[in-house]
């Protein structure tokens, strides 16, 4: 069972109705023999209780001592957490709520735990389904601006020839998914129920995406080769040289870099130095953050802080300035955080990746099957275009968009439509 359970209302069963009569109508869906192969409709409505206790204690926050540096460089700064604190008390969760329950959701139980997931299906039949894969500090939220642009592209400047079904899933122990009970969650495993989840759903050829997590996901898919997996599209990919890997662990610069490759350098050292402090907490003792579960504030401040593209680009638009994210974008997926109570089940999967290690996150994976990149400029690293190739031997599609960073879908989520398009027009003559 889901370790949730939403209020009950007519609205709630009307809409449950409705995503039943969706379920029947899913191509060549497999009857389900087992009840746990089940795919159940799924609707979240969060108790007026959850979000009084929010608001309180948003409210009642006890505050830091100012920063006594006048930058970033001690963490998020004081003055754009309380901006944040303030816009919190006219967010609308509601409004989050409908946005979510406008697509259809379901729940199906794969390797002994529950899966959330949206499937939404193109009115375009020759559609190419896609299962796209978030990260952290992310969630599905991540995802919502690009749905309709990928499902109905004659709306959205695109070409039915454009169309994709769209499958986008809750991480374990992320959102309304199940909080694994034992370790193991790693991104290998994850990739195995994907690929269930697919054929699942009856798709006999798809492709994949992800960022984040979401490409570790993504590229193990790819590893495995699962029946029908066409190909991938990350924009965050693993392709940093054993030999660069070995020189940012000593800190000797090699001399031969281009000019891209200088730029993902620089860009790479500074987040190993500065960038990861969440993630060696959560690698090594994600149990110990009870403060992010007991307090709003401070789970906001801990998901602010991943890496410091992201973090200036969100402090502007906290402070003012128009932005790929706005303050409610941020509130919304904290929000969901906070509803659901993953705080700490979402960081386990850092746990579980360092105990059950695959490979260093960035390091090349052997990958065979057709791969795709967008190289966003404000990432943790713009993957140069010679790496690339050497990662990805069968690469399809190569760009470098003009704007975004870490959640790309989020942010850009017109320039992210447009590579996802441009990335596999190759791969659909094989549908």
């Given at each position: 069972m889901s370790n949730l359970q939403p209020t009950v209302t007519r609205r709630t069963l009307l809409a449950a109705a409705a995503a039943a009569s969706a379920v029947s109508m899913l191509p060549q869906a497999r009857a389900a023999t087992d009840p746990k192969s089940e795919l159940?409709?799924?609707?979240?409505?969060?108790?007026?209780?959850?979000?009084?206790?929010?608001?309180?204690?948003?409210?009642?926050?006890?505050?830091?001592?100012?920063?006594?540096?006048?930058?970033?460089?001690?963490?998020?700064?004081?003055?754009?957490?309380?901006?944040?604190?303030?816009?919190?008390?006219?967010?609308?969760?509601?409004?989050?709520?409908?946005?979510?329950?406008?697509?259809?959701?379901?729940?199906?139980?794969?390797?002994?735990?529950?899966?959330?997931?949206?499937?939404?299906?193109?009115?375009?039949?020759?559609?190419?389904?896609?299962?796209?894969t978030h990260g952290w500090p992310g969630s599905v939220i991540e995802q919502l601006k690009v749905i309709k642009p990928l499902t109905d592209p004659t709306l959205y400047g695109g070409t039915e020839a454009d169309a994709f079904h769209v499958v986008i899933p809750s991480l374990p122990g992320y959102g309304f998914s199940g909080k694994p009970r034992e370790t193991g969650w790693n991104p290998p495993r994850i990739a195995k129920a994907w690929a269930v989840l697919m054929q699942r759903l009856g798709y006999k050829k798809y492709v994949a995406q992800g960022g984040d997590w979401g490409n570790a996901v993504t590229e193990n898919m790819a590893v495995q080769e699962p029946v029908g997996l066409l190909g991938i599209h990350t924009n965050m990919p693993a392709t940093v040289p054993a030999e660069i890997s070995k020189a940012l662990a000593a800190g000797l610069q090699p001399a031969d870099l281009s000019p891209d490759e200088m730029r993902a350098w620089g860009q790479l050292d500074d987040f190993n130095k500065n960038g990861l402090g969440y993630a060696i907490e959560m690698n090594n003792r994600p149990q110990t953050l009870y403060g992010i579960v007991d307090s709003p504030i401070g789970l906001a401040a801990w998901m602010l802080d991943h890496d410091i593209s992201s973090y200036r680009m969100i402090a502007r638009s906290i402070a003012g300035e128009k932005e790929g994210l706005s303050p409610d974008d941020i509130l919304d997926n904290v929000t969901l955080y906070w509803l659901t109570n993953t705080a700490i089940s979402s960081a386990r999967l850092y746990w579980d990746n360092a105990h059950f290690p695959t490979g260093g996150f960035f390091d090349p994976r052997g990958i065979k099957i057709p791969v795709a990149v967008s190289a966003f400029p404000d990432e943790i690293y713009q993957a140069p275009k010679s790496w690339a190739e050497k990662a990805y031997p069968e690469l399809i599609h190569y760009a470098r968009p003009a704007k975004g960073g870490h959640f790309a879908a989020w942010e850009q989520p017109e320039l992210f439509t447009a590579e996802l398009r441009a990335s596999f027009r190759t791969l659909r003559e094989q549908i």
């Open positions: 159940k409709p799924f609707k979240f409505s969060a108790s007026d209780e959850q979000l009084a206790d929010l608001h309180r204690r948003v409210a009642a926050t006890r505050w830091p001592d100012e920063e006594n540096v006048a930058d970033d460089s001690q963490g998020v700064r004081l003055d754009t957490i309380k901006k944040l604190a303030g816009h919190w008390k006219d967010h609308d969760w509601r409004r989050v709520e409908a946005r979510l329950n406008s697509f259809p959701q379901f729940m199906t139980e794969i390797d002994g735990l529950d899966i959330h997931f949206i499937h939404v299906r193109s009115k375009h039949e020759n559609a190419l389904p896609i299962i796209i």
